[in-house]
């Protein structure tokens, strides 16, 4: 079964603050994602990879930065939080040549 | 660039009532690739049924939907609305961008089925 983790599941920060959400998956994909969701919006893609030490940005990264640091895992990190980066968050895997994308549970963060 | 368009923020039906939800896209590709997932409330999107294939139906979990390049169109449909069909629908295509694998959503579709 695939399997994407996202940790935290919540979380409140305050504006300026530093934010590190985290991503493991046991798929054994290359490819990996991070998106947010807001009503009106959709998925926004922010950032993705393509396998360990690669990173890309997306449609929206500023704000964001990303970290692969492995097959398994792939961070988001927002060094300076702002309230507008409110949102639910998203990480995804997915095996190059294939489409389907695994979405994680979803981390919901709260800027203050 | 592309682009999906979904006209229906909120959608609601009646129960056994049919389904119909709208999805155009844009693409300068040729051979577009195009998705529906669906997200159940407090659970992550997941991939509903896909299609390559021009003018050929795709059913899954009693949905089919029917890409057609010449309307731009991969509208998603079921005869008859279960209250568990209640959730988030999206529209999605595969991005021309490369050989790597990104997607295109669509703002979302909200289906809510009434008893």
Redesign the interface.
């Known amino acids: 079964e695939a399997a994407v983790t996202q940790s935290p599941r919540n979380k409140v920060a305050v504006t300026g603050g530093k934010v590190t959400l985290s991503c493991n998956q046991t798929n054994n994909h290359n490819n990996m994602y991070w998106y947010r969701q807001d009503t009106g919006h959709g998925l926004r893609l922010i950032h993705y990879s393509y396998g360990a030490g690669s990173t890309e940005k997306g449609d929206i990264p500023d704000g964001y930065k990303a970290s692969r640091p492995s097959q398994e895992n792939f961070s988001l990190i927002l060094e300076l939080a702002t309230p507008s980066q409110t949102s639910v968050y998203f990480c995804a895997s997915g095996e190059q040549g294939f489409y389907e994308q695994y979405f994680g549970p979803g981390t919901r963060l709260t800027v203050l | 660039g592309d682009s999906v368009t979904q006209t229906e ?1 909120l959608v609601t039906l009646t129960e056994g009532l049919p389904v119909m939800l709208n999805c155009t896209y844009q693409t300068i590709y040729s051979n577009p ?1 195009l ?1 529906w997932y669906v997200q159940h409330l407090n ?5 509903l049924l ?1 299609s390559f294939t021009d003018n050929k139906r795709t059913e899954h979990q009693g949905f089919h939907a029917t890409l057609h390049k010449s309307s731009s169109s991969f509208h998603l449909q079921k005869s008859s609305a279960q209250l568990s069909d209640s959730a988030l629908y ?1 529209c999605a295509l ?1 991005r021309v961008s490369g ?5 295109t ?4 579709t909200r289906l809510a089925v009434c008893p």
């Open positions: 923020g690739f998705f659970e992550s999107p997941r991939l896909k999206y595969k050989s790597f694998n990104k997607l959503f669509g703002a979302g």
